[in-house]
T-cell receptor, first 115, second 113 residues
């Protein structure tokens, strides 16, 4: 398996523009997570899905952020409009099973820079 | 709510020396605990995990960790550091429902030659 695939790896955009980050989870995994990593706040869970349904979006910072999972093999995280403080590395992760002891597999991340 | 505290944002050891990275957790229920490693410009990779059973857990690359309930700790150790161990290490605890992971702030390990 190719693992969790994120695209793009790097994104530079101007303030006010819309940004869409993409994620393909590992086939067969029914949980998908979006994390954000910054120097100031570390790794924060933004939202996670189970069987394509959003379960907890309490970590989404503002209404400018939205996430969708139209099917089991694809998810997007959208920021509209983007702001410089959104600059961070965004990770997607997936896991399988309902148990608490299953590990999450992470993608390589998208480094977002908003100028 | 669960939380994780990693003591020391930076740890420096000499090659061949013992590695000790500290992690303390807070949880109102029996925790499941994880250590992840992140190499530069990479995603996170699982080193080891504690779920139930044996409290001493062995992971990849010679790392191990011991769950100590009385101390609410899950410290990561390796007897002999290698240059390739230089990376950032994250301790995490899973919450009660679902697979949500709460991460510590991370510890950057530097290995000196």
């Amino acid at each position: 398996d190719a693992g969790v695939i994120q695209s793009p790896r790097h994104e530079v955009t101007e303030m006010g523009q819309e940004v869409t980050l993409r994620c393909k989870p590992i086939s067969g995994h029914d949980y998908l997570f979006w994390y954000r990593q910054t120097m100031m706040r570390g790794l924060e869970l933004l939202i996670y899905f189970n069987n394509n349904v959003p379960i907890d979006d309490s970590g989404m910072p503002e209404d400018r952020f939205s996430a969708k999972m139209p099917n089991a093999s694809f998810s997007t995280l959208k920021i509209q409009p983007s702001e410089p403080r959104d600059s961070a590395v965004y990770f997607c992760a997936s896991s399988t099973g309902a148990g608490r002891n299953t590990e999450a597999f992470f993608g390589q991340g998208t480094r977002l820079t908003v100028v | 709510a669960q939380s994780v505290t990693q003591l020391g944002s930076h740890v420096s050891v000499s090659e061949g020396a013992l590695v000790l990275l500290r992690c303390n957790y807070s949880s109102s229920v029996p925790p499941y605990l994880f250590w992840y490693v992140q190499y530069p410009n990479q995603g996170l990779q699982l080193l080891l995990k504690y779920t139930t059973g044996a409290t001493l857990v062995k992971g990849i690359n010679g790392f191990e960790a011991e769950f100590k309930k009385s101390e609410t700790s899950f410290h990561l150790t390796k007897p002999s550091a290698h240059m390739s161990d230089a990376a950032e290490y994250f301790c995490a605890v899973s919450e009660r429902y679902g697979n949500k992971l709460v991460f510590g702030a991370g510890t950057i390990l530097r290995v000196k030659s």
